[in-house]
């Protein structure tokens, strides 16, 4: 009977063991990293706010030293820089835009909470509970104007006449009040499935204002809002889509599109990439369709 038990334990070694050893050679794999990518962590600021700038070069960046590049900033970073960074091999490629770096926006340390950090951060009006934990928009967009974009401009070779900002749902809404509140920070602005539901359509107000003070929009922006959206949060885009026709802000450029058949998250790749051809445009290498050569 010893004998039985001592087998069956030895066996059970003998095929435990090169399991544990393909768990560890699993375990030792590299993960994938976004080629030409950099992180940049800034020091916490005067309200605890620790940022984490990820940055994402253009090929020719390392061989071609005396070019500059226009920069794309993106909210919500850890999200949105990598959707950012798939499609701008793309659109260079078929040049629908030139090369540009990209910086996507977020935040530093272990395990932050996204879904409060952005609350905090994008949002220009409270909302919720607790009051306190949104409607800092403002505090967000100085830090950008007198941290991130001197940051960048100091550390890359950027181009200051060409700066685009973008951002989805609460990143969208933000964006618009980045245009409506520093509109001479950016020179163009991609504003995906913008939540100007929030705050009671707050940001249709500030718009109003914003009309009726004798202000220019200049530049350009694109909008767009998912076809399979609720009704609820489709319905203020819609009138806000509105608000940019054409005579109301002649010197901005505007575009505006439902993308079919798609709802909050999955209409955002085709937002972004549509969004980019539009506001690149003046600057794209080449015009029209492709052309056999």
């Not at 010893?2 to 069956?8: D, H, R, S, Y």
């Not at 994938?32 to 020091?43: A, D, F, G, H, Q």
């Not at 505007?254 to 445009?281: C, K, M, P, W």
């Amino acid at each position: 009977m010893m004998k039985t038990l001592c087998a069956g334990f030895l066996a059970s070694l003998i095929v435990a063991v090169p399991a544990l050893s393909a768990e560890k050679k699993k375990a030792e794999l590299p993960g994938y990293v976004i080629p030409r990518s950099e992180v940049r962590t800034l020091p916490a600021n005067a309200a605890g706010r620790q940022y984490a700038l990820f940055v994402g070069l253009p090929a020719s960046y390392a061989t071609d030293s005396n070019k500059r590049y226009p920069v794309v900033y993106v909210t919500d970073g850890y999200w949105d820089f990598q959707k950012i960074t798939a499609i701008h091999g793309p659109l260079v490629y078929d040049k629908y835009a030139p090369e540009f770096i990209t910086v996507g926006m977020g935040y530093a340390g272990e395990n932050p909470d996204f879904n409060n950090l952005r609350r905090w951060e994008l949002t220009p009006v409270s909302f919720g509970t607790p009051a306190d934990a949104s409607g800092h928009a403002k505090d967000y967009l100085d830090t950008i104007e007198k941290v991130f974009i001197p940051l960048i401009d100091k550390e890359y070779r950027t181009d200051p006449k060409m700066r685009v900002l973008g951002g989805a749902s609460l990143g969208g809404m933000f964006t618009l009040y980045s245009m409506l509140t520093k509109p001479d920070l950016f020179n163009a602005y991609i504003a995906v499935t913008p939540a100007v539901a929030v705050g009671d359509g707050w940001l249709l107000k500030y718009e109003e204002e914003f009309a009726k003070s004798g202000k220019t929009l200049n530049g350009r922006l694109y909008m767009t809002v998912g076809g399979n959206e609720a009704t609820s949060f489709v319905a203020p885009i819609l009138r806000m889509n509105q608000r940019f026709a054409p005579g109301r802000y002649p010197k901005l450029a505007y575009e505006f599109r439902i993308i079919d058949g798609e709802r909050h998250a999955g209409n955002q790749i085709e937002s972004y990439t549509r969004g980019l051809r539009f506001v690149f445009a003046p600057l794209a290498p080449e015009q029209g369709p492709s052309i056999d050569r």
